[in-house]
């Protein structure tokens, strides 16, 4: 495995990582007041992109970090549009 794939698994990692806290905590207490509809749409949008740029490029590491961010915001963007 070359360094630049070590590096963009790592990323991923990270990505993927700084998500779950956010996820955890609205589920937990179900508040989403402080979460802007607006950018989480804008976010779960940024993510469906990359997701088909890194399914169209052949970029394991970019399509595993999109669609699984993809995920997990839009779990909170759900979240936030049914309070």
Do not use: H
């Not at 070590?6 to 990270?14: N, W």
Request: aromatic share 14%.
């Amino acid at each position: 495995m070359d360094t630049a794939l070590v590096i963009g698994y790592l990323a991923s990692l990270c990505s993927v990582t700084s998500f779950v806290p956010q996820v955890w905590k609205v589920f937990k207490t179900g508040d989403t007041a402080a979460i802007s509809a607006r950018m989480y749409a804008l976010t779960v949008s940024g993510f469906a992109l990359w997701s088909a740029f890194g399914l169209i490029r052949g970029e394991w590491p970019i399509i595993l970090t999109n669609t699984i961010c993809f995920c997990l915001s839009g779990c909170i963007f759900l979240k936030k549009l049914s309070r």
